[in-house]
């Protein structure tokens, strides 16, 4: 087993939904970051979680090899596997679950379940030139296609959510404004490449009333969809004509929305370092309006990549890297039983 002063090196495996992914870092340097996607989902509109978990299934032995390949590594040099344990579509994580305990039972090498909402936030760790990390405390934003949390982070692993959504995640909202306006799936970057050319005011949207730092975004996409339901019966060419202004009204509510919670975060806990994580992270809506409160409200914003927003190996990686190095130091690595949990919060 390798010790802290020697290189490590951690095969990752990420397969929460709908993408299979595989990843080799060296300490905290990214070495392979593999992701296979699966487009058959598009025909349906969203991800099916059966079709899901059989392309996994096909996926996951190429995407690893892929990564050890392009990694420059063979298998034995492996310290440890970390693989996503949850949450997520539970036949996905079946998958990567089961292709990881066998790998690290035949290599017999240690095992390392990864929270995948954890690895969101701890991505900012992974070792990228040009790219800061957080120092502690900070205030984790993760916002993707089925989560929207805000999360106190004290440490690598003290982390307490603070505000969460109530109903439907950001990205959802996303999508499915998108759906209502007839765009293809997934259509949250559709929205934000069409406001970017609109006018966030051509449209006011009322934003919902939530208490303390919990979000909810369900009355705004019904509002969207009864507004867009209106507006086609008086002008059957209503979405053609205004596609752009739409798409820029609902992205600047949806921002407005992220902005008053992560303000009203900061003053009630007085920590002004923001980092962003998850698949809606990459919304130049919202990245602009973190970058431009830097300067209005004196925040340190932290931005990932855009390879390690939506999801990915690397980032569970980088969480398996800073796991194993705190399990070494206490010599209290898991055994095999660990299972996938399609509900596990952070």
Request: hydrophobic share 40%.
């Amino acid at each position: 087993m390798n010790t802290d002063s020697q290189k490590t090196y951690i095969l990752a495996i990420e397969s929460s939904c709908d993408d299979t992914a595989a990843a080799v870092l060296q300490n905290d340097k990214v070495l392979s970051n593999v992701v296979a996607n699966q487009a058959i989902h598009q025909e349906y509109g969203g991800v099916v979680p059966e079709l899901a978990s059989r392309a996994h299934q096909q996926n996951i032995v190429p995407v690893v090899t892929a990564a050890l390949r392009k990694a420059n590594i063979d298998k034995k040099q492996l310290s440890a596997i970390a693989f996503t344990s949850g949450p997520g579509l539970l036949g996905s994580l079946l998958v990567g679950t089961s292709f990881a305990k066998s790998f690290a039972m035949g290599l017999d090498i240690p095992l390392l379940d990864i929270n995948h909402m954890k690895a969101h936030i701890l991505a900012h760790f992974i070792d990228e030139e040009g790219y800061d990390k957080p120092s502690f405390p900070f205030i984790g934003v993760t916002i993707s296609g089925g989560h929207t949390q805000i999360v106190r982070v004290d440490d690598y692993f003290e982390m307490e959510v603070i505000g969460e959504t109530i109903d439907d995640a950001v990205g959802e909202a996303f999508d499915k404004s998108a759906k209502i306006m007839d765009l293809p799936y997934p259509g949250g970057p559709l929205i934000d490449k069409y406001a970017q050319l609109g006018d966030p005011k051509a449209f006011p949207f009322t934003k919902p009333k939530v208490d303390g730092l919990n979000f909810s975004f369900s009355g705004l996409k019904t509002q969207i969809m009864y507004f867009v339901q209106r507006q086609q019966e008086a002008n059957p060419d209503f979405l053609k004509e205004h596609r752009d202004d739409v798409c820029a009204s609902i992205q600047y509510t949806i921002v407005n929305i992220l902005m008053d919670k992560i303000k009203k975060a900061v003053k009630e806990t007085g920590i002004t370092q923001i980092a962003i994580g998850g698949g809606v992270s990459a919304n130049s809506g919202i990245r602009t309006a973190l970058k431009k409160a830097e300067t209005t409200h004196g925040w340190k914003t932290f931005l990932p990549k855009f390879q390690y927003t939506t999801d990915n190996a690397a980032m569970i990686g980088i969480v398996g890297y800073l796991k194993y190095k705190d399990l070494v130091e206490k010599d209290s690595f898991q055994n095999l039983e660990v299972s996938a949990q399609s509900r596990l919060k952070i």
